[in-house]
Nanobody, 123 residues
Framework: QVQLVESGGGLVQAGGSLRLSCTTS????????MGWFRQAPGKEREFVAA????????YYADSVKGRFTISRDNAENTVYLLMNSLKPEDTADYYC????????????????WGQGTQVTVSS
């Protein structure tokens, strides 16, 4: 059974940091690109960041560029999202996902999804 399990969410004050983790199991994702998406209440799910299997290419939404860093450890089957300088508008449920498509920005291209972890940033 394929599973992606996110962890690391929580409540943090504006300006603080959190590191999200996404642990995969059930198959090898080393050849997949891994992405993070988020969905705030009443809003559509949006792309946050993605990383190719080789870790040589990373992609970020403009809203998080310079503040968030995505990384992966294929040996540990884990993807990370380090979030610094958090803002109240970063409040959302964060999801990790896996895709074999070149286009990592489109959520419909992702084959596997986790259940999400909640991030709340207080002002």
């Amino acid at each position: 059974q394929v599973q992606l399990v996110e962890s690391g969410g929580g409540l943090v004050q504006a300006g603080g940091s959190l590191r999200l983790s996404c642990t995969t199991s059930g198959r090898t994702f080393s050849t997949y690109a891994m992405g993070w998406f988020r969905q705030a209440p009443g809003k559509e799910r949006e792309f946050v960041a993605a990383i190719r299997w080789s870790s040589t290419s990373t992609y970020y939404a403009d809203s998080v560029k310079g503040r968030f860093t995505i990384s992966r450890d294929n040996a540990e089957n884990t993807v990370y999202l380090l979030m610094n300088s958090l803002k109240p508008e970063d409040t959302a449920d964060y999801y990790c996902a896996a895709t074999r498509y070149l286009d990592v920005y489109t959520s419909n291209n992702y084959e596997y999804w986790g259940q999400g972890t909640q991030v709340t940033v207080s002002s």
